[in-house]
């Protein structure tokens, strides 16, 4: 049993585990009794880099922008290029951009060449 809360505490610390990504978001004093408990925690709660080099260090995010950001900086060297076969395409409505005489002659021009096909 513990005296006071200061020994409590550091029993917690010497003792325990905590979750560095946890702690930097503000949540303080969240314990588990060994690591394979902050590794349960860390893949269901956090983002973890699953990357050789990172696995084992428990090296983990708050958010998937995090991770992602992560990955281009530490791991880009070893991620694969482009590769064309996996392309997709993407749609873009740039038409904001457009300026606003050009939209209005698309548009008539669109319209205009839509009736001339329906009555052909």
Known sequence: HFLDRD???HHMRDMHFTCHVCERGGVAHRYFANANEVIFHMRESHFICE???CVDCLIAFATR???HRHNTEVHSSHMPRWNASQARPMQLDISQYLPRQELN???RRGREQGR???GA
């Open 65 to 67: 922008e995090e991770l």
């Open 7 to 9: 020994s409590l505490y």
């Open 105 to 107: 002659h698309r548009g």
């Open 116 to 118: 001339a096909g329906a």
């Open 51 to 53: 990357e050789p080099a």
